[in-house]
C-alpha cells in the first residue's frame, strides 16, 4: 500500500469517517460510470456522430424514461465524483482553514446548481407530438 | 510531482484529465439545458461540435476520459490488491499498449473526416 502511494501519489485508504466515504465513494462511481460513460461515447461518437446529433435526435431519445434515467445516472455519478476529485487536489493546495471551507462551500454551490440544471432539462422536457 | 517514474507521469496526467473532464461537464450541462429553450437555441449551441476546430477537442475529450478510466481501473487494482504493486510497471505499460490501440479507432472516427480519410 505504502509503496503504491509512493509510486503514484495517489491517496492512501483513509481510516474512516467522510474521508473513507469519500474515498469509497470515488471508486464506486468510477465502477458504475465505467459502462455508463463507454455505453454513453459509443451512442454518440461511434453509432452517431456530433455531425448528425440535433433537437431531433434529443426528442427521440427522451421519448422512453429509460435514456432520461441513463442520462440522470451519469450525470449525479459525473458531477459529484468531479467535484469530489477536485475537493482532493483542492485540499493538497489550500492549507488555511477558512479558504478550505471556502472552498469546500462552493463545491457544494456549483454542485448543487448543476445538478439543478442538469435534471431541470431531464424531468421537465416536454416534446410536442410534431417535434 | 511528476519525478520522472511512470506512475507519477500517470497521476499528474489522472488529475489533469480529471480537471479538464469537469471543465468539459459543466460546458455540456449547459449547452443541453438550451433543449428547454426549443429547437432552434439548441441547434445553434451544438453547431460548435460540428465546427472543425472542434475536432480535435472533442478528439482530446474522449481520450482525456479513456485515460482517466483506465488509469482509474489501474488505481482500484492497487487499492484492493496490494500485491499488485509488485507488477504496476507491467500494468503500466500493458494499459498505454491498449489505450494507444483504442484511440487510433476513436481518431478515424472523430478526425478522419476533417483530414479527409472518410
Request: net charge neutral.
Given at each position: 500500500m505504502r509503496e503504491a502511494a509512493f509510486r503514484t501519489g495517489y491517496q492512501e485508504r483513509p481510516a474512516g469517517g467522510l474521508?473513507?466515504?469519500?474515498?469509497?465513494?470515488?471508486?464506486?462511481?468510477?465502477?458504475?460510470?465505467?459502462?455508463?460513460?463507454?455505453?454513453?461515447?459509443?451512442?454518440?461518437?461511434?453509432?452517431?456522430?456530433?455531425?448528425?446529433?440535433?433537437?431531433q435526435f434529443v426528442a427521440q431519445r427522451f421519448r422512453t424514461p429509460f435514456w432520461r434515467a441513463y442520462d440522470l445516472l451519469i450525470l449525479l455519478f459525473a458531477l459529484s465524483h468531479g467535484l469530489i476529485g477536485l475537493r482532493g487536489i483542492l485540499d493538497d493546495y489550500i492549507h488555511h482553514r477558512g479558504w478550505r471551507a471556502a472552498a469546500e462551500a462552493a463545491l457544494w454551490i456549483v454542485g448543487i446548481v448543476f445538478a439543478a440544471l442538469g435534471a431541470l432539462v431531464l424531468f421537465t422536457l416536454q416534446f410536442s407530438p410534431g417535434s | 510531482m511528476y519525478r520522472g517514474s511512470p506512475?507519477?507521469?500517470?497521476?499528474?496526467?489522472?488529475?489533469?484529465?480529471?480537471?479538464?473532464?469537469?471543465?468539459?461537464?459543466?460546458?455540456?450541462?449547459i449547452e443541453t439545458s438550451m433543449l428547454g429553450l426549443g429547437p432552434d437555441a439548441y441547434n445553434r449551441t451544438i453547431e460548435i461540435y460540428r465546427q472543425a476546430w472542434f475536432k480535435p477537442i472533442e478528439f482530446l475529450l474522449v481520450a482525456a476520459v479513456l485515460f482517466h478510466a483506465g488509469n482509474g481501473l489501474i488505481v482500484m487494482i492497487l487499492d484492493f490488491w496490494p500485491n499488485a504493486t509488485r507488477v504496476y510497471r507491467r500494468m503500466f505499460w500493458i494499459g498505454a499498449g491498449v489505450y494507444i490501440l483504442v484511440l487510433l479507432p476513436v481518431a478515424y472516427l472523430i478526425l478522419g473526416k476533417v483530414v479527409g480519410l472518410r
Open positions: 474521508p473513507l466515504f469519500l474515498w469509497f465513494y470515488i471508486r464506486v462511481s468510477a465502477l458504475a460510470m465505467i459502462g455508463l460513460v463507454i455505453g454513453h461515447l459509443y451512442i454518440m461518437h461511434v453509432i452517431n456522430s456530433t455531425d448528425t446529433i440535433d433537437f | 506512475g507519477m507521469l500517470a497521476w499528474v496526467l489522472h488529475r489533469i484529465t480529471g480537471v479538464a473532464v469537469l471543465l468539459f461537464l459543466f460546458g455540456h450541462i
